[in-house]
């Protein structure tokens, strides 16, 4: 069976979008009777590495990326080694590659919309420093859109400090407070109830990806769905496309939406 190769950031790990996506692809490859092969990459240069250890041990047909921007160093590496190259994008690029275009700004549209018109006008961004380096967070945090519309906190490594940086924001006023990670959301509201704040009167609570984990607290976490399991799929459809000698076609992201729990 062949196989497709996947190299996933150490620091996207823990990214609920990115595990969807992820699970999704392996689903479509595994359909049309391939193997999806993942391994967890630190830098660019394992990234490197990898791509290189796999063209000279073989057994990998093709290589998807993701978080691909224009001009990526990491196409022009892999058509070098001969790969067929699949990429999920944040923008329309020039590279001539088979890819699934995600639009960020209508993430941060569809959420800024929501927030419009609900009680805290005051709206946090949490991300913690783990999660700075991940191709998601970096395209949230270089957004003109996120930028304009929410006020950012960088918190330091861990849940605890998440948290604590998300409370000591609060000093300044109510505000709705937007999560990089859904696990760092759901804790903070188990320490805003035991703190007795009213959730959401007092303080809102949203998380950036959507996940089983919001859906199952108590009170459910209001998330934006980012289309992560689409998106995997389309980037299957992409890759298998590659491997028969597309290097052209494009797909959208379908577009993101808001699910609505109890906490926004």
């Known amino acids: 069976?062949?196989?497709?190769?996947?190299?996933?950031?150490?620091?996207?790990?823990?990214?609920?979008?990115v595990t969807t996506l992820v699970g999704a692809l392996a689903d479509r490859l595994i359909a049309a009777?391939?193997?999806l092969v993942t391994r967890v990459v630190a830098d660019d240069?394992?990234?490197?590495?990898?791509?290189?250890?796999?063209?000279?041990?073989?057994?990998?047909?093709?290589?998807?990326l993701l978080g691909t921007r224009p001009d990526d160093a990491r196409?022009?590496?892999l058509?070098?080694?001969?790969?067929?190259?699949?990429?999920?994008?944040?923008?329309?690029?020039?590279?001539?590659?088979?890819?699934v275009v995600v639009d960020l700004e209508a993430s941060v549209a569809a959420l800024r919309a929501f927030l419009?018109?609900?009680?805290h006008g005051r709206a946090v961004y949490v991300v913690a420093h783990e999660d700075q380096d991940s191709a998601p967070a970096r395209s949230v945090l270089e957004s003109t859109a996120m930028g304009d519309s929410f006020e950012v906190v960088h918190a330091p490594p861990g849940v605890d400090a998440a948290v604590a940086a998300a409370l000591a924001a609060l000093a300044a006023g109510p505000a709705t407070l937007v999560f990089h990670s859904d696990v760092h959301a759901a804790a903070a509201l188990s320490a805003l109830r035991a703190r007795g704040v009213r959730v959401p009167d007092d303080v809102a609570i949203v998380s950036w990806t959507n996940s089983t984990l919001c859906?199952?607290?108590?009170?459910?976490?209001?998330?934006?769905?980012?289309?992560g399991a689409e998106i995997?799929?389309?980037?299957?459809?992409?890759?298998?496309?590659?491997l028969t000698g597309d290097t052209a076609t494009i797909d959208r992201a379908p577009e993101p939406f808001v699910v609505v729990g109890e906490t926004a």
Not at 45 to 64: F, I, K, M, P, S
Not at 215 to 225: E, G, K, M, Y
Not at 232 to 242: H, I, W
Request: hydrophobic share 45%; glycine share 10%; aromatic share 4%.
């Open 215 to 227: 859906q199952s607290t108590n009170p459910s976490i209001t998330a934006v769905n980012r289309r």
């Open 45 to 64: 240069a394992a990234e490197d590495h990898l791509y290189r250890h796999w063209a000279q041990v073989g057994g990998v047909a093709g290589v998807a």
């Open 232 to 242: 995997g799929a389309l980037l299957g459809d992409r890759m298998l496309g590659a």
């Open 116 to 119: 419009a018109g609900r009680r």
């Open 75 to 77: 196409v022009r590496r």
């Open 79 to 99: 058509r070098t080694l001969g790969y067929p190259v699949a990429a999920v994008v944040d923008t329309l690029q020039t590279d001539d590659v088979p890819s």
């Open 1 to 17: 069976m062949s196989a497709i190769g996947l190299a996933v950031r150490a620091s996207s790990m823990e990214d609920h979008f």
């Open 33 to 35: 009777r391939m193997m």
